[in-house]
């Protein structure tokens, strides 16, 4: 492409994405004081005063559309002129870049900028705070029958006499994009009983999107693709095309190259009984959790990366627009730098989207099984946690001998032909030994093509795969290229066994992941391999089984290994364990099949297909987000924090053999009894969750009010930061007492009283009693012991909390309230004795 023409493009972003405001002298960039080039970054500044949403909630016309529009016009000018004078304070001799202004969730900017000038920001007495961005991270077939949907969920009625599965509910997804041409995503009108309710169009004759179906389109995203299904769809580049290199043809659009987007929407919301063919084999019939919810689409990372500015401008956005439900399947690469984790300006967006109305569904990151690994922190937002289904891909090799070798790959089983090593077949004067026994290298390989070709090839998991080198695709290519008849990929006793997860292969293979299965299959190839040079008889043969067949045996859910756990941290440093439970809740994340994006950017060996199958919090965070779908269209009325809690207290904490729930440890295949921290309240129980019976309802006060009461923070702080001031009446007395479906003490020394709130909303007066499971070496009571509430009435209970013996780590218990209807709500207890 032109230079002039890639010079347009680039400025064309920027005036669609973000209003570009470029402040410089002149051409040269800043630079330091012994003439080296200060390098540029991006800095997200926040900036005193409410955000709109704020003001708008509290009267300012918010049906108004063009009074709205000239406050977004005032407080652009307003982040224009800061960033003005901060220029002219360093003498005008630097260049910088506003990204975006952002208004509704949060009041502040992102701007590209040298270090210099982020500290001049810094200290003007309008800027509350500024945060170098650190860039951001990408955190089915059977999971809705796991979940109950098909069967307990999806029949009930609604209140207008449908079936309850996401019709009239707007499911947010901030990722990488969508494809709008995938089935998962068509248009399907649903019959009406009044047919003149039926336009054609999926929205059923009424307005469904608050925004209007605003949507971008570009060279992969033709106009049309709103189609109804998807009801708005826009990207946002700025802080991307800023430090990252992007594909303007492929990446200025809502358009999904990735994947992962793609991935997150269909299971929150795409259609049901979408066929899954991958490879040419079937897989089942793919729905999502709310498969006739409408889809808003925010794109907001890329091939190349993400940042943290595009990812608050799709959330500012979003709630702008009052989607239901926003799924985050998206999370900081890092601990913000801000001096408490709730204060990052990303946590004070989802804040005031919280306090928009908007539910929020967070990934809680993979870094686990290591503590305090978690990565979304605030309690205002349901942060998942990831879970296997029960649901099993198993391959494997069959020797010559009859004995079988476990593995896994969706493959194609073969005949018995020749097993041979690669590193058997390599040239003795083969430059690099290690790839041509990975089978990267055909080139490598071809002393003994003839000795390869329809064969099944022995390759090598060692260095090259360790440090990202070697890759399962350029296997692939070599077979093809050498025609290997099939091949297997072993782990290395130099190396240790290796995790892997199920891929379709388009030539027949198999990984075996345990060394100790390998050293079966080496034992017997040594047995039949007699070396003599150019004259060595390979006598050993294998045949590869079926590997694309489900097996349903294991038992679910376990807590996936990968998971990111508890405790929560209340500063970036990790030092400080908060009084907040996380995760929340945990839910279907391992091995999941869903909608995929064929151009698969990053991930060749998926390129063309349609469907993926693929695992992390990332897929565990939109099964909670179509949930919490079909309660929103069940109960309208119910608002963020009643979704949250309905989704806590209602639970599972058992399997499906009705054993505690496992968890994997650090070892490959070892299993260890999961605690809260791991599972946060349980597995979705999603029907359940549609009848609660009782309710923990914190407001935005109530959020404002629990910032107010941490030690590290001063009122000051908290005003710049949210826009709210502490409150005078009735300050909580510690971060506990906010009224959450659980109680965290990160640190309880002697006695403490904590007070908590129920409301009935079930139709009908009932009794409640009060049962204990206490924490190891903490007492715990509370009154009242039983309780009677109406309908709508809410009840106070007093938790008291008491050291019986000091011991360091957290321990876990229980409350139980056991109502006359049925009902079963839980509270999860996480509490740290400490000596006093």
């Known amino acids: 492409m032109p230079s002039r023409q890639r010079g347009f493009l680039i400025c064309l972003l920027f005036a669609l994405a973000a209003v570009s405001v470029v402040l410089a002298a002149g051409e040269a960039r800043a630079r330091l004081a012994d003439g080296q080039e200060e390098k540029p970054s991006i800095y997200l500044v926040s900036v005193h005063g409410e955000p709109l949403a704020a003001a708008f909630q509290q009267g300012v016309g918010r049906n108004a559309t063009w009074r709205y529009g000239a406050q977004k016009r005032r407080v652009a000018r307003s982040h224009d002129h800061l960033l003005r004078r901060a220029m002219d304070d360093g003498g005008g001799s630097c260049r910088c870049r506003k990204l975006y202004s952002f208004h509704h969730a949060v009041n502040g900017f992102a701007v590209h900028a040298t270090a210099s000038l982020a500290e001049r920001l810094r200290a003007s007495p309008e800027v509350a705070a500024v945060e170098e961005d650190a860039g951001t991270r990408l955190m089915t077939t059977y999971t809705p029958r796991l979940l109950g949907l098909p069967s307990g969920v999806w029949p009930r009625r609604d209140r207008g006499g449908g079936g309850v599965d996401g019709e009239g509910v ?63 769809a826009r990207y946002f580049a700025g802080g991307a095309a800023a430090v990252l290199p992007l594909d303007p043809l492929r990446d200025l659009s809502p358009f999904d190259a990735d994947g992962h987007g793609s991935h997150v929407a269909s299971i929150a ?147 018995k032909y020749r097993l041979v090593a690669a590193k058997d077949a390599a040239a003795p004067d083969a430059r690099s030994m290690e790839r041509a026994e990975e089978c990267q290298d055909p080139e490598a390989l071809r002393w003994r093509a003839g000795v390869l070709r329809g064969s099944i090839v022995v390759c090598s998991f060692s260095q090259g795969f360790f440090n990202g080198t070697s890759t399962v695709t350029a296997i692939l290519d070599v077979a093809e290229a050498l025609g290997f008849a099939g091949f297997v990929l072993v782990a290395s006793a130099h190396y240790g066994d290796f995790l892997a997860q199920p891929l379709p292969f388009r030539v027949p293979g198999v990984m075996v992941p345990r060394v100790a299965d390998a050293q079966v299959m080496w034992l017997y190839y040594a047995a039949h391999t007699f070396y003599a040079g150019s004259a060595t008889v390979f006598g050993a043969t294998a045949a590869v089984t079926e590997g694309r067949a489900a097996a349903f045996t294991d038992a679910a859910p376990v807590v996936a290994r990968y998971s990111s756990r508890g405790p929560d941290v209340a500063d970036g440093g990790g030092s400080t364990p908060a009084d907040v439970l996380k995760p929340d809740i945990l839910a279907p994340g391992d091995q999941v099949w869903a909608a995929w994006s064929v151009v698969s950017a990053n991930q060749p060996i998926l390129a063309g297909d349609h469907f993926a199958m693929i695992s992390g919090t990332s897929m565990a965070a939109p099964h909670i987000a179509g949930v919490a779908a079909l309660i929103r269209q069940r109960h309208p009325s119910w608002g963020p924090a009643t979704i949250a809690s309905a989704l806590s207290t209602t639970a599972w904490r058992h399997d499906v053999r ?54 590290q923070l001063s009122p000051d702080d908290i005003r710049a930061a949210t826009g709210s001031a502490c409150p005078e009446a009735v300050p909580l007395a510690s971060p506990v007492d906010l009224n959450l479906p659980s109680v965290t003490v990160a640190a309880l020394r002697g006695s403490l009283s904590v007070r908590s709130k129920v409301t009935n909303v079930a139709s009908d007066v009932e009794t409640y009693l009060c049962s204990v499971l206490p924490p190891d070496g903490v007492d715990v009571t509370v009154r009242p012991r039983w309780f009677e509430v109406a309908p709508g009435e809410t009840r106070e209970l007093v938790i008291g909390l008491r050291v019986t013996r000091a011991h360091g780590p957290f321990s876990f218990g229980e409350i139980v309230l056991t109502g006359s209807l049925d009902h079963l709500v839980r509270l999860q207890l996480a509490v740290r004795p400490l000596e006093t």
């Open 170 to 232: 707007v499911v947010g997804v901030v990722d990488s994009g969508i494809d709008p041409a995938h089935p998962s995503f068509a248009c399907v009108p649903r019959a009406r009983a009044d047919p003149a309710d039926d336009d054609g169009d999926c929205t059923g004759g009424r307005t469904l999107f608050a925004a209007g179906g605003v949507c971008s389109v570009g060279s992969m995203f033709p106009p049309g693709s709103c189609n109804g299904k998807i009801v708005a």
């Open 269 to 415: 919301a795409g259609n049901r009984g979408v066929p899954v063919v991958v490879g040419g084999a079937m897989y089942g019939f793919a729905s999502g959790m709310a498969p006739s919810a409408r889809l808003a689409v925010y794109k907001a990372v890329y091939p190349a990366g993400g940042t943290m500015a595009d990812l608050i401008a799709a959330i500012d956005q979003a709630t702008e627009d009052q989607v239901d439900v926003l799924v985050l399947s998206v999370g900081p690469d890092e601990r913000p730098t801000s001096k408490v984790t709730f204060l990052s300006m990303l946590d004070v967006a989802l804040l005031s989207a919280r306090r928009a109305g908007v539910f929020v569904a967070q990934a809680a990151g993979n870094r686990g099984p290591a503590e305090s690994s978690v990565v979304s922190y605030s309690p205002w937002v349901t942060t998942v946690a990831a879970s296997t289904t029960g649901r099993s891909y198993r391959s494997g090799l069959v020797l010559g001998d009859g004995r079988h070798v476990p593995g896994l790959g969706l493959s194609a089983p073969t005949l």
């Open 658 to 711: 009705k054993l505690p729930i496992m968890a994997e440890g650090f070892e490959i295949g070892s299993l260890l009894p999961s605690t809260p921290f791991d599972r946060g309240a349980g597995f979705v129980n999603s029907a359940g969750a549609l009848d609660p019976g009782l309710i923990f309802t914190p407001e935005h006060g109530d959020y404002v009010s629990f910032l107010c009461s941490l030690p």
